[in-house]
């Protein structure tokens, strides 16, 4: 049996959106920020951003590797807004000599991937430099061409519709397609603002989910995948006084993993805002909506430590 053909295990180590949001009310879905692993075999290791939830993986890493083992991961940053690259510093296995780690994203902002990774820990905002950082480093810098990966795995970036560049991303392992698009706005009601057209409160209210050409063409990327990692920020009324933010409300996440027939969508980048009890409430909502249209797609709601299988 071939590395593609083996299981891969997806787990959510930062489900939180915007800032990290530790307490009570957050126990259940957890209070890091964006951070998902998928491994496989061969210790195979894909990592998409580097938000808070990098901690503690970093520190389950180092547990799972006996020491004279070396981590070789790969490490995908969606966008450099901090919520998605604060945890870097602080992921122990860049400070063990002969790991290496290969960091892409896109140019952030009219800088050099790399330079904004050295602009995080220059003195003023942390102690120790990148340069300090004993583990290799790569950085490769992207736009939309896929990338292959040395066992096979192939991950393909996308633009999607957040402030400044962003990017989502598809690791295609020839046998299982996980989809991870966070930070995403529909572009449906951006558009009808800039056309000075009112009908778009108008849908909002009326609860009116529809996509544009630009939303199909995120629709047609994520088409027939296993997992579908969507933004799913907001609820609709939320949504009306945050546009042009770069996040989505959950119905328009659903309405998206639904056209695109995904097998599965994790609701993701939960709201600061947004207490455990709400959560339960909108996951509830979805599987009704699910429900209502017939789906045969499943839909949860990410929480830290959450653990998807794929056999
Ligand atoms: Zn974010
Ligand atoms: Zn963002």
Same mark, same amino acid.
């Not at 630009?214 to 949504?239: C, M, P, W």
């Given at each position: ?6 299981? &891969? ?9 915007? &800032? ?6 957050? @126990? ?6 964006? /951070? ?22 970093? @520190? ?15 490490? =995908? ?28 994203? /896109? ?9 904004? %990774? #050295? ?12 340069? *300090? ?5 790569? %950085?490769? !810098? ?35 397609? #996980? ?6 706005? +529909? ?9 000075? !057209? ?44 945050? @546009? ?7 119905? =328009? ?12 969508? #994790? ?10 009890? *709400? ?6 909502? /979805? ?8 789906? +045969? ?15």
């Amino acid at each position: 049996m071939g590395t593609q053909d083996m299981d &891969i295990k997806i787990k959510f180590w930062g489900t939180r959106g915007s &800032i990290a949001t530790p307490g009570q009310d957050t @126990l259940k879905y957890g209070g890091n920020t964006s /951070c998902v692993e998928v491994t496989g075999a061969d210790n195979a290791l894909v990592i998409f951003d580097a938000g808070t939830g990098i901690r503690p993986l970093g @520190l389950d890493l180092l547990k799972r590797y006996p020491s004279e083992a070396k981590i070789h991961g790969h490490i =995908f940053i969606t966008h450099f807004h901090l919520d998605h690259i604060q945890g870097f510093p602080f992921f122990v296995p860049v400070y063990v000599p002969g790991n290496t780690f290969t960091i892409y994203g /896109c140019e952030g902002a009219g800088k050099k991937l790399e330079n904004i %990774f #050295v602009g995080q820990m220059s003195p003023e905002y942390f102690p120790v430099t990148l340069r *300090e950082m004993p583990a290799e480093m790569i %950085f490769t !810098q992207l736009t939309t061409r896929p990338v292959t990966l040395n066992n096979g795995w192939t991950v393909t970036p996308t633009y999607v519709n957040h402030p400044g560049l962003a990017l989502g991303y598809k690791l295609d392992t020839g046998k299982h397609k #996980v989809a991870y698009l966070t930070d995403n706005e +529909p572009f449906r009601y951006l558009l009808r603002q800039q056309g000075n !057209q009112s009908p778009m409160f108008d849908d909002l209210d009326k609860g009116v989910v529809e996509l544009e050409r630009e939303d199909k063409n995120l629709v047609e990327f994520s088409r027939g995948v296993d997992i579908l990692i969507h933004d799913a920020q907001y609820t609709i009324d939320e949504y009306k006084a945050k @546009l042009s933010w770069g996040h989505s409300f959950y119905e =328009f996440a659903l309405e998206m993993a639904i056209q695109a027939e995904v097998k599965q969508l #994790v609701l993701f980048h939960h709201d600061p805002m947004r207490p455990d009890k *709400e959560l339960d409430d909108i996951l509830l909502k /979805c599987q009704k909506i699910v429900s209502d249209r017939k789906s +045969p797609m499943q839909v949860v709601a990410a929480w830290e430590g959450l653990e998807i299988t794929l056999p």
